[in-house]
């Protein structure tokens, strides 16, 4: 789990999974898997918090994907000049 403030935590999905285990299918559970949009990291967990935190939207995904790509780029080209 990442230390970022939890107003950037998404749900992916809630209360469930897809597992190829189980043919992809939704299988209930008790754990929600969770995305960050500031620094991308994913995880699962059955904490409280879960049930205040809204879920992703297809296109904040995306965003947050782009932005991460964009501050990587950044990041390299500092490294190397």
């Given amino acids: 789990m990442c230390q970022c403030d939890k107003k950037f935590f998404r749900v992916r999905v809630r209360r469930g999974n ?15 898997a969770l995305h960050c949009l500031r620094c ?6 059955k904490a409280e918090y879960v049930r ?10 995306e965003a947050a994907r782009d932005l991460r790509q964009i501050n ?3 990041y390299v080209q500092e490294t190397i000049y």
Avoid: C, M, V
């Fill in 72 to 74: 990587q780029i950044y």
């Fill in 40 to 45: 991308g990291d994913e995880w699962r967990t």
């Fill in 18 to 32: 897809y597992s190829a285990f189980n043919g992809y299918k939704f299988t209930s559970s008790d754990y929600s």
């Fill in 52 to 61: 205040k935190t809204p879920d992703l939207r297809e296109a904040e995904y």
